[in-house]
């Protein structure tokens, strides 16, 4: 629930007033057309500011009066097309102006990534990341139950969550369903309709279900552009787009989308702008079915052929992030026995450059996170595994390098953990949720 | 001696990814095809690899290195490396037709059979459909727009080649998609002071770059009969548009900022709404 009325504009500044600055090297709208941004009272019973901004242009700032807060936390999320595409927080401790920085080139420590802390939380996982009041989190739900995994004084610990839906975790997801830009979570399991968590400071709260039959996939995106979060659902041969009302409360919306025979066994679903027109598109996986695709036209969706190879692939699960360092989404395949792939958006279509890219024999994943954690600024990839497989360091050929083994592992997702600026690797192995960093 | 033994470590030593050009990959390729022709097919193995590995080279240059290797695979023998190598084109393009021009029905039937186990519904004689309304008029000089819809087919690339009447050449343009299958572009024929008739086809492409479908043809086009028209000539610019204008307005408007900023506490609002926030009031 979003606290605004704890949010009040001033028309004189005092003594502890500062800028808060928004700014990158992107380009404005090519490669961010949104930003959401979040200021929040370190104390969580404090307050919470959080709204979303088409831009124009970049920097933009904010000014941040303290009121009773000693410290606080400023975020920023970027978007593009509606869907995010990169975050960056930062303390306040009102004695400086700071600014947030969403930099083209994301770097992180130079050393050898290791594990830090002990492994916490369910065993074999499904991982999502959520940014918000509180700081950054990590929601991890397995068959033995779910946990909130946070790392203080450099470790991880996990609390409590809502009790998870019956039946075995398909999939979560992470996004800002109610507009305050806190990431909630949409879990999907095997035996119930998708279940929503809403974030409340650092905690989480079950509200509504949506629909009234379970599915096997989500993915979520500012559909028509309305500043809100719609969600895609699919399973089977179904495929629906729920339009939200800004508050988390979501409406099917039958003529938007439709499969329209063209899927028979949806498996993973993912949404990103692909042809830059700032639609999000879709990419429907599935399992040993074609790959198929669907132009986002603002606020519906048309199929199209053309988008992406149409291969037969026993899909686990889609990962659309940007691989070359281009801004633009590109789309990283865990098939269920087969080795990854990687299809590289080329002019709005996904070309499989697998062989190009990715050092073979390629490993066989379940999920594959990108960003940014070595020296350089070419994205890295984590790739959860069976056993584990090397990480990937990206290079200025666009060619992946490997790097030190990751352990074995189910889900991985890369997340500024710890909030202290740069990326963590965090990782569901069968031991526990565990934390690598650099 | 020392300056051959330089001059021979600098030809041995493979080209770095980096210093490869579009033009160098086509001259890779170019190699390639010499020396596959040349039925040296160790070395256009050696020669296109490169290629098909470099993240710079567009799909059409990977997918022409790919056959070329696959076909000197296949004529070597190694059938599992031929093998592998074409479900690496089938990856890239499900619907890549062979541009092998040898005619050899051992190695159309080895293509043919592995599409049909990679590919489901595989139609080897399948190409594509279009359906396109000509539009019926236009003026020079102005934008026109066209849409073809793929009825049929795996399609890549879809191009109008377009051509004033009585002009040798077409300058070609391409057609993004637009979901449902239809694709679109808008062209502006060149501006003229008299009427004249452009002519035009829509060529489909896979993703190796052959046509696989056509309306019209380059010696059979569409036509359109355009109206005179010319650039637009702009009108006088309004005074208020004039940048000594706007160059003083923004001296002033700063000005005025910087007084207001010196006679208030602290930063200015933000250019974000509600410009500024209490964090917990």
Same mark, same amino acid.
């Given at each position: 629930?979003?606290?605004?009325?704890?949010?009040?504009?001033?028309?004189?500044?005092?003594?502890?007033?500062?800028?808060?600055?928004?700014?990158?090297?992107?380009?404005?709208?090519?490669?961010?057309?949104?930003?959401?941004?979040?200021?929040?009272?370190?104390?969580?019973?404090?307050?919470?500011?959080?709204?979303?901004?088409?831009?124009?242009?970049?920097?933009?700032?904010?000014?941040?009066?303290?009121?009773?807060?000693?410290?606080?936390?400023?975020?920023?999320?970027?978007?593009?097309?509606?869907?995010?595409?990169?975050?960056?927080?930062?303390?306040?401790?009102?004695?400086?102006?700071? #600014?947030?920085?969403?930099?083209?080139?994301?770097?992180?420590?130079?050393?050898?990534?290791?594990?830090?802390?002990?492994?916490?939380?369910?065993?074999?996982?499904?991982?999502?990341?959520?940014?918000?009041?509180?700081? #950054?989190?990590?929601?991890?739900?397995?068959?033995?139950?779910?946990?909130?995994?946070?790392?203080?004084?450099?470790?991880?610990?996990?609390?409590?969550?809502?009790?998870?839906?019956?039946?075995?975790?398909?999939?979560?997801?992470?996004?800002?369903?109610?507009?305050?830009?806190?990431?909630?979570?949409?879990?999907?399991?095997?035996?119930?309709?998708?279940?929503?968590?809403?974030?409340?400071?650092?905690?989480?709260?079950?509200?509504?279900?949506?629909?009234?039959?379970?599915?096997?996939?989500?993915?979520?995106?500012?559909?028509?552009?309305?500043?809100?979060?719609?969600?895609?659902?699919?399973?089977?041969?179904?495929?629906?787009?729920?339009?939200?009302?800004?508050?988390?409360?979501?409406?099917?919306?039958?003529?938007?989308?439709?499969?329209?025979?063209?899927?028979?066994?949806?498996?993973?679903?993912?949404?990103?702008?692909?042809?830059?027109?700032?639609?999000?598109?879709?990419?429907?996986?599935?399992?040993?079915?074609?790959?198929?695709?669907?132009?986002?036209?603002?606020?519906?969706?048309?199929?199209?052929?053309?988008?992406?190879?149409?291969?037969?692939?026993?899909?686990?699960?889609? #990962?659309?992030?940007?691989?070359?360092?281009?801004?633009?989404?590109?789309?990283?395949?865990?098939?269920?026995?087969?080795?990854?792939?990687?299809?590289?958006?080329?002019?709005?279509?996904?070309?499989?450059?697998?062989?190009?890219?990715?050092?073979?024999?390629?490993?066989?994943?379940?999920?594959?996170?990108?960003?940014?954690?070595?020296?350089?600024?070419?994205?890295?990839?984590?790739?959860?595994?069976?056993?584990?497989?090397?990480?990937?360091?990206?290079?200025?050929?666009?060619?992946?390098?490997?790097?030190?083994?990751?352990?074995?592992? #189910?889900?991985?997702?890369?997340?500024?953990?710890?909030?202290?600026?740069?990326?963590?690797?965090?990782?569901?192995?069968?031991?526990?949720?565990?934390?690598?960093?650099? | 001696?020392?300056?051959?033994?330089?001059?021979?470590?600098?030809?041995?030593?493979?080209?770095?990814? @980096? @210093?490869?050009?579009?033009?160098?990959?086509?001259?890779?390729?170019?190699?390639?095809?010499?020396?596959?022709?040349?039925?040296?097919?160790?070395? =256009?193995?050696?020669?296109? +690899?490169?290629?098909?590995?470099?993240?710079?080279? &567009?799909?059409?240059?990977?997918?022409?290195?790919?056959?070329?290797? =696959?076909?000197?695979?296949?004529?070597?023998?190694?059938?599992?490396?031929?093998?592998?190598?074409?479900?690496?084109?089938? @990856?890239?393009?499900?619907?890549?037709?062979?541009?092998?021009?040898?005619?050899?029905?051992?190695?159309?039937?080895?293509?043919?059979?592995?599409?049909?186990?990679?590919?489901?519904?595989?139609?080897?004689?399948?190409?594509?459909?279009?359906?396109?309304?000509?539009?019926?008029? *236009?003026?020079?000089?102005?934008?026109?727009?066209?849409?073809?819809?793929?009825?049929?087919?795996?399609?890549?690339?879809?191009?109008?080649? +377009?051509?004033?009447?009585?002009?040798? &050449?077409?300058? &070609?343009?391409?057609?993004?998609?637009?979901?449902?299958?239809?694709?679109?572009?808008?062209?502006?024929?060149?501006?003229?002071?008299?009427?004249?008739?452009?002519?035009?086809?829509?060529?489909?492409?896979?993703? *190796?770059?052959?046509?696989?479908?056509?309306?019209?043809?380059?010696?059979?086009?569409?036509?359109? =009969?355009?109206?005179?028209?010319?650039?637009?000539?702009?009108?006088?610019?309004?005074?208020?548009?004039?940048?000594?204008?706007?160059?003083?307005?923004?001296?002033?408007?700063?000005?005025?900022?910087?007084?207001?900023?010196?006679?208030?506490?602290?930063?200015?609002?933000?250019?974000?709404?509600?410009? &500024?926030?209490?964090?917990?009031?």
């Amino acid at each position: 629930m979003p606290r605004f009325a704890a949010v009040a504009a001033v028309v004189s500044g005092c003594g502890s007033t500062i800028t808060l600055e928004i700014a990158s090297d992107r380009p404005v709208p090519a490669a961010i057309d949104a930003i959401c941004v979040g200021v929040a009272d370190e104390a969580l019973d404090g307050g919470h500011f959080g709204r979303l901004y088409p831009i124009a242009s970049l920097p933009q700032t904010l000014r941040v009066q303290a009121g009773n807060a000693d410290a606080a936390l400023a975020w920023v999320r970027g978007d593009r097309g509606g869907v995010p595409a990169l975050y960056v927080s930062a303390p306040l401790d009102f004695g400086s102006d700071v #600014t947030l920085d969403l930099a083209s080139c994301q770097v992180g420590g130079a050393g050898d990534a290791a594990p830090r802390g002990a492994a916490v939380g369910p065993t074999g996982a499904l991982l999502a990341a959520s940014h918000g009041q509180g700081g #950054t989190l990590v929601v991890a739900i397995g068959t033995a139950g779910a946990s909130v995994i946070d790392a203080t004084n450099g470790a991880l610990v996990a609390h409590d969550t809502p009790a998870p839906p019956p039946g075995t975790p398909v999939s979560i997801l992470a996004a800002d369903l109610d507009g305050d830009c806190d990431d909630d979570i949409v879990v999907i399991t095997s035996g119930a309709a998708p279940l929503i968590w809403q974030r409340e400071g650092d905690e989480f709260v079950a509200t509504d279900s949506i629909g009234g039959a379970a599915v096997a996939a989500v993915a979520a995106a500012d559909v028509e552009h309305d500043r809100d979060i719609d969600l895609v659902l699919g399973g089977g041969g179904n495929l629906q787009l729920w339009l939200n009302d800004g508050a988390a409360h979501f409406t099917h919306a039958a003529a938007a989308l439709s499969a329209a025979g063209r899927v028979s066994a949806i498996s993973a679903l993912a949404l990103g702008d692909l042809d830059g027109d700032a639609n999000a598109d879709l990419v429907v996986g599935q399992a040993n079915a074609p790959l198929t695709a669907w132009l986002g036209e603002g606020g519906t969706f048309v199929a199209s052929d053309a988008v992406v190879p149409a291969i037969q692939l026993d899909i686990e699960s889609l #990962t659309l992030a940007d691989a070359d360092g281009d801004f633009d989404p590109d789309l990283a395949i865990a098939i269920r026995g087969a080795p990854m792939r990687l299809l590289v958006d080329r002019d709005g279509r996904l070309e499989d450059q697998s062989f190009v890219r990715l050092p073979q024999p390629a490993p066989i994943a379940h999920a594959i996170a990108f960003g940014g954690w070595d020296g350089g600024c070419e994205p890295d990839a984590v790739i959860a595994a069976e056993p584990g497989a090397a990480m990937l360091r990206g290079s200025d050929l666009g060619v992946f390098q490997t790097d030190l083994v990751a352990p074995a592992a #189910t889900d991985v997702t890369m997340v500024d953990i710890d909030d202290d600026g740069d990326l963590d690797a965090i990782m569901a192995t069968a031991e526990g949720v565990i934390w690598l960093a650099r | 001696m020392a300056r051959a033994l330089i001059l021979l470590v600098l030809f041995a030593l493979p080209a770095r990814a @980096d @210093d490869v050009s579009p033009q160098a990959i086509e001259l890779y390729l170019a190699r390639g095809q010499k020396l596959f022709e040349e039925q040296e097919y160790g070395a =256009a193995i050696q020669t296109l +690899t490169p290629v098909t590995r470099d993240a710079r080279a &567009t799909r059409a240059q990977r997918l022409r290195a790919l056959e070329l290797i =696959a076909l000197s695979q296949f004529i070597r023998n190694d059938k599992g490396a031929a093998r592998a190598t074409f479900e690496r084109i089938l @990856d890239i393009d499900p619907g890549y037709q062979l541009r092998d021009t040898s005619g050899s029905p051992a190695l159309r039937q080895f293509f043919d059979d592995l599409k049909k186990q990679l590919i489901p519904g595989y139609d080897p004689h399948a190409g594509a459909d279009l359906e396109h309304a000509a539009p019926t008029a *236009g003026t020079a000089g102005r934008a026109l727009e066209l849409q073809v819809r793929v009825t049929r087919g795996n399609v890549f690339d879809l191009v109008v080649a +377009t051509r004033r009447r009585g002009e040798l &050449t077409y300058a &070609t343009s391409p057609l993004s998609p637009r979901g449902d299958n239809r694709w679109h572009t808008r062209i502006t024929p060149p501006p003229s002071s008299k009427p004249y008739v452009l002519e035009y086809y829509v060529e489909a492409r896979d993703a *190796g770059g052959a046509t696989i479908a056509r309306i019209a043809a380059p010696d059979q086009p569409l036509e359109i =009969a355009l109206t005179a028209g010319a650039v637009d000539t702009a009108a006088p610019r309004p005074w208020f548009t004039r940048w000594y204008v706007i160059g003083g307005a923004v001296a002033v408007a700063a000005s005025l900022g910087g007084v207001i900023v010196l006679a208030t506490q602290g930063p200015g609002p933000g250019t974000l709404p509600p410009g &500024t926030v209490t964090v917990t009031p």
